[in-house]
């Protein structure tokens, strides 16, 4: 992709909602209570100004969501970048709400409920967004502060 100006605020911001809708997957970082790091893609999707994840509560990502309540969320793409940093509220499958699992299960065609008992869901409630493509859009690259829209 080539950029050869500054995208503004408010296309930043569509752009971001865009990629929320129609991407897959997100890098997901983590880090236990020693601060040992975890970096996994994970399917989402975003459900009402949240991202939901699902994966194991047995496995580090699972653990590290759970017992640390913040993530850093990423798209693939170093080119457009997108991060995402919020805090995390956990969910037994049983517990999450019927809405973010239907819609998970609308974009991914899967519940995870059924491949194992635990499996649990992640609401991540962003706090802070950056956009940016390249250095020239460092200027101005934060579009959410505090867990809100700064356009």
């Not at 009402?48 to 509560?57: K, M, Q």
């Not at 869901?121 to 502060?145: C, D, S, Y």
Request: with cysteine.
């Amino acid at each position: 992709m080539t950029i050869t100006e500054s995208r503004t605020p408010e296309q930043r911001k569509r752009d971001v909602l865009a990629r929320l809708e129609r991407e897959t997957d997100i890098w997901v970082a983590s880090a236990d209570a020693e601060g040992l790091p975890c970096l996994v893609a994970l399917w989402f999707v975003w459900h009402d100004g949240c991202v939901w994840l699902s994966t194991r509560i047995t496995n580090p990502t699972g653990r590290n969501l759970r017992d640390g309540g913040r993530t850093r969320l990423a798209f693939g793409d170093t080119q457009d970048v997108v991060l995402i940093d919020g805090d995390v509220r956990t969910y037994g499958g049983q517990e999450v709400p019927a809405a973010a699992l239907d819609a998970f299960l609308a974009k991914h065609g899967w519940d995870p409920r059924e491949d194992s008992a635990s499996y649990a869901f992640f609401e991540v409630r962003p706090r802070t967004v950056q956009a940016l493509h390249g250095i020239h859009e460092m200027r101005g690259r934060h579009i959410m502060k505090d867990g809100t829209w700064v356009v």
